[in-house]
């Protein structure tokens, strides 16, 4: 089976808590030999900013995250390879491909030509922010949370100009709303779920699924007990729940995994990657025709992200 998550953070504690572990190693979720049964695994690795870095401190906390990937290209080339090009992504086989995001605007210190220097280092994603404020705009967790400020709007012009995805998960509501104005390209929730199904704010509202369902951007269904289930008691049958929801708005070319992993705790029953193989199955018992499952597993985000992301 081929996978394509869009939201982990593995890199983030391998550098970071962790002290530099290889992903040969890795954390609690991800590790490169747990993930070798996937016949294509396309992995967006989140470099996490978190809320307290700004300017300098966020350069370099955001630099030495991109360092630690591109070791582990040159450690593991074989079984790691950061994608850049359609044709990486495309040829990706018996490894790892890796899709570098940032989860967080902080990193760009409030400099429109960090965007750019971003996208060099190979980075296609970048969700706008983490759950409090930055120089983009305000996160969920602020009362009241504004939208996008000037800088915000700049950001997402630029992102648009060089075929960036512009990721609402983590944004306030009325940031969501500006992205949806603004943005000329399908823009991505790299990891929210259903708010009808499971009350946190970090969850999309129906009428914000179908915006993204119509305008052709992708959602990733998050692994996060506490977005799963109000009680956080999830178990993996949440999932399929919150993706028979996203269906039945009609997610059947949008719906996509954003695991978390290694970022949260996820539901008894499921240890990480190599949990997704079970997963898989349990789509097919419950009668999802296989063509299906496969958009869900990988086919959408690759859609996505050979159509309106990586170029050439
Ligand atoms: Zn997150």
Not at 4 to 21: I, P
Not at 46 to 56: T, V
Not at 95 to 115: D, F, M, Y
Not at 270 to 284: D, R
Request: glycine share 10%; with cysteine; charged share 25%.
């Amino acid at each position: 089976m081929d996978l394509f998550d869009l939201h982990c953070d593995t890199a983030f504690e391998c550098a970071g808590r962790l002290g530099g572990v290889d992903l040969s190693e890795g954390a609690w979720h991800i590790s490169l030999p747990r993930g070798e049964y996937l016949h294509q695994w396309r992995q967006i690795f989140a470099i996490f900013m978190p809320d307290e870095y700004r300017g300098e401190d966020a350069v370099k906390h955001y630099e030495h995250v991109r360092d630690y990937l591109r070791r582990q290209e040159g450690i593991l080339p074989e079984r790691f390879q950061i994608v850049r090009s359609k044709r990486q992504l495309l040829a990706t086989e018996k490894q790892c491909g890796c899709v570098i995001s940032v989860e967080g605007g902080s990193a760009l210190a409030g400099k429109i030509e960090r965007v750019q220097s971003l996208y060099n280092d190979g980075v296609r994603l970048i969700t706008l922010t983490w759950n409090g404020s930055n120089e983009l705009a305000d996160g969920i967790r602020v009362e009241q949370g504004k939208g996008l400020t000037q800088f915000g709007r700049e950001v997402v012009r630029e992102m648009n100009r060089l075929h960036m995805a512009v990721d609402v998960s983590h944004l306030s509501d009325a940031g969501f709303y500006d992205v949806a104005e603004l943005s000329d390209v399908p823009f991505v929730a790299s990891h929210s779920n259903a708010r009808s199904l499971c009350g946190d704010k970090r969850n999309l509202t129906d009428e914000m699924i179908t915006v993204i369902h119509r305008r052709g951007g992708i959602i990733g269904l998050n692994f996060c007990v506490g977005f799963l289930r109000d009680d956080g008691n999830a178990a993996v049958t949440d999932i399929l729940r919150h993706a028979e929801h996203m269906l039945s708005l009609g997610g059947e070319n949008s719906l996509c995994l954003g695991s978390d992993f290694d970022g949260t705790d996820i539901p008894s029953g499921m240890t990480g990657v190599e949990s997704m193989g079970e997963l898989y199955e349990s789509f097919l018992r419950l009668n999802y025709r296989e063509e299906l499952v496969n958009k869900i597993f990988s086919g959408n985000a690759e859609n996505y992200f050979t159509k309106y992301i990586f170029e050439e």
